[in-house]
Each structure stands twice: as C-alpha cells, then as structure tokens.
C-alpha cells in the first residue's frame, strides 16, 4: 500500500536544541520538525527505534520502505546546490531486515548488514544493558521471554534522549525503568507507528493507544 503521508527528519547543520526536552543536541543533529512545536529530538518526536538505511541502493531502499509502517526520509541542506537532498531513510528493524533478506543475492548488501551489526554492538553497553534488563524482569515477571534484553538495548543506546542514558536509568530508578517498557509496548504492540505513518500527532496516538498499553503493563507485571 501506497504510503501518503512522508515523515522528514533533517541533519541540522548548525547548534541545535530539542523544543521538548530541552537537551542540547550540538552540530549535525538530527531532528525533525512539528508545527508550533520546533525542532524535536528523534527520541522525543518516537523516532529512535528506526534505523538509518543510506540512500544508495534503490531496490532495498524500495523494498525496506514497503515493509516498514512506519518511515522518515532524512535530509540534509546542501550549500553548494542550495536544497535539501536526501540522505536516505529511517525504517524499522524488522523492515531493513525483510528487505535484505529479500536482497541477500546481492553481497554488497550483505557487507552492509554486517557493518551496521558491528557499528549496533559498538554502541552497547553490555554489562549494564544486562543490569537494565534484569530490572526490566523484576518488575515485569510477566514480559515475555527475550523482551527484556530487547528493551534494555533500545532504551541503553548511545544516543541523546534514549530513556535508558538518563541518570535515573543509570539508577535504576522504577519510573525509569517502566518508561522503556511502555515505549517498547507502544511501538511493538500497538497501532501507535501506523498512526504516525498515516500523519496522526504523537500525542493523539498515544492517547488512542494508552488503553492498551495499559492492559499490557498490567499483564506484564504479574508471573505467568
């Protein structure tokens, strides 16, 4: 299906700070932009779960677009042409691996996939993202199996804003800690990302997904 609405994200090319959470975010930041609001972090416009594809290779960029509902296109000003050219796309995961299988006769892309394994293990904390995803099970013995791993390596990725990069986190702080749970329940089990895709405000989409978040978490808290 045809998307009709295109999320953009830019690569700022001068200091840059999120209208949302105030976090300082320096040169060459991403960003995109919302309407009344400025500029937002990518974690704060719930765009820090995509990944970054390269523009590069038309048929993977197709294909990763097609299975992703959720996408951005990233762009960046250049001075000697004066636009915005794009720069590639954000898509999810699941996506950028679908479509790679898809293209696994391709060995170019099969470099790629690994270089962005390699770049995603560099970035990760390994001693404390496990520490976090024990607490992650302690107040959530009902989380599925693996889930708690995969909430701890999002929420602890070394990006600004991540929720798990926060001193509280770093604590262990319980409100901390169930942040990255409803993030991770919002994107993963609700319709929350096709109601970004299909152009709906953050805020609007949380508030027509919360119930079900809430029925999750109350699920999650208790021991199957």
């Known amino acids: ?48 779960q995509l990944v970054f594809l390269p523009a590069g290779n038309a048929t993977l960029t197709r294909r990763a677009r097609k299975h992703s509902t959720l996408s951005a296109l990233v762009l960046k000003w250049s001075r000697a042409r004066k636009r915005y050219e794009r720069q590639g796309l954000l898509v999810e995961v ?28 560099a970035e990760l904390d390994q001693q404390y993202i496990g520490q976090f995803a024990r607490q992650v099970h302690k107040l959530f013995p009902g989380c599925p199996i693996g889930r708690e791993l995969s909430i701890a390596e999002h929420a602890c990725l070394k990006y600004s804003g991540r929720v798990g990069r926060s001193a509280a986190a770093k604590s262990f702080d319980k409100q901390a800690i169930q942040l990255a749970v409803i993030a991770h329940i919002r994107h993963t089990e609700t319709k929350y990302d096709f109601l970004l895709a299909k152009g709906s405000d953050r805020f609007d989409a949380r508030v027509l997904v919360k ?11 208790k021991i199957n």
């Open 1 to 48: 299906m045809k998307k009709t609405f295109d999320i953009k994200v830019f690569i700022s090319n001068r200091e840059s700070c999120c209208e949302e959470c105030h976090e300082n975010l320096g040169r060459k930041a991403w960003i995109t932009l919302v309407k009344d609001k400025g500029a937002l972090c990518l974690s704060c416009a719930d765009l820090d």
């Open 94 to 121: 699941k996506a950028l691996e679908q479509a790679e299988q898809e293209c696994l006769a391709d060995s170019e892309v099969r470099a790629r996939r690994g270089e962005r394994a390699a770049a995603r293990r």
């Open 211 to 221: 119930d079900s978040v809430d029925q999750i978490l109350m699920k999650w808290r």
